[in-house]
């Protein structure tokens, strides 16, 4: 990963102060965030297609974030999101 920008520092600092005030810090995700660049707005990404290995059903996508984390007993946890683009 690269440097963070400034934005993005400020970003991840109110996430962990509102995670904090509300008492979410013991859940297994840290929050996370998926910055789309204007460029993929006007003109969006090829789309992309994602299913899960217990199922059929699939998900057509063009922006995808993975958050990870641990809880305060040592659990792991795992979680996607997905977003699509379209005009």
């Not at 003109?43 to 899960?52: E, L, V, W």
Request: glycine share 10%; net charge negative.
């Amino acid at each position: 990963m690269g440097q963070s920008t400034w934005p993005d520092f400020l970003s991840n600092a109110a996430a962990e102060l509102v995670t904090e005030l509300f008492g979410l810090s013991d859940d297994p995700y840290k929050p996370g965030g998926l910055t789309i660049p204007a460029e993929d707005m006007a003109t969006p990404p090829p789309i992309k297609t994602a299913g899960h290995q217990l199922d059929s059903k699939t998900i057509a996508y063009t922006h995808k974030i993975d958050m990870t984390g641990t809880d305060d007993s040592g659990a792991v946890g795992n979680c996607s999101a997905y977003f699509r683009l379209w005009r």
